[in-house]
């Protein structure tokens, strides 16, 4: 068999180390063989050889159909991508004379975002003499964490920013 593959692991005649370790589809020790050796026993059974590990010594190579390795190594790595999150950041702004209800559906839309597995980044937008009642946005800020106590925990405590004070929320690593 001739052939060559262009990925990332040696296959077949681009393996040129003088010895191998040598393992069988199966995943069974064959020994120490020599790369021409392995090659020759690889191609009388239909396979390629892959070297699966130079790190060691000598390489382990292994004798295995290498179509159906890389097929599985890129069907493995696509199910890790899926089952991966990436967390994003996401905003709640309100204002610190806030009525009770509207309130509540602030809580609900951070409760949904902390559901999924992002972050809330609570914001409280001061406008006009507002600024000097930052007490009272803070005290509404520390509400909404302690509402939120159960499915999260603070990352960040309310601080003043400009014109807003903002306060964040991580989801708690059982949800």
Same mark, same amino acid.
Do not use: M
């Given at each position: 068999m001739k052939k060559k593959y262009e990925n990332e692991f040696l296959v077949n005649e681009s393996i040129k180390y003088p010895k191998v370790r040598l393992i069988n589809s199966l995943g069974e020790q064959l020994? *120490?063989? +020599? /790369?021409? $050796?392995?090659l020759i026993l690889a +191609? $009388?059974?239909?396979?390629?050889?892959?070297? *699966? /590990?130079?790190? /060691?010594e000598p390489p382990v190579c292994k004798i295995i159909d290498y179509g159906k390795y890389k097929f599985s190594q890129e069907k493995k790595a696509k199910e890790a991508k899926k089952k991966q999150h990436n967390t994003t950041l996401k905003e709640v702004k309100m204002r610190y004379k806030i009525e009770e209800h509207d309130y509540q559906v602030r809580i609900s839309q951070a409760l949904r975002f902390l559901q999924s597995g992002d972050k809330v980044k609570a914001t409280i937008i001061l406008k006009g003499? $507002? *600024?000097?009642?930052? /007490?009272?946005a803070v005290e509404l800020l520390k509400k909404m964490a302690n509402d939120l106590k159960d499915i999260s925990m603070v990352q960040q405590i309310p601080t003043k920013d400009g014109r807003s004070i903002i306060m964040i929320l991580n989801p708690n690593k059982k949800t």
């Open positions: 020994g *120490i063989y +020599s /790369s021409n $050796e392995a +191609s $009388e059974k239909g396979l390629d050889l892959v070297l *699966i /590990s130079n790190k /060691s003499r $507002e *600024i000097q009642h930052t /007490s009272l």
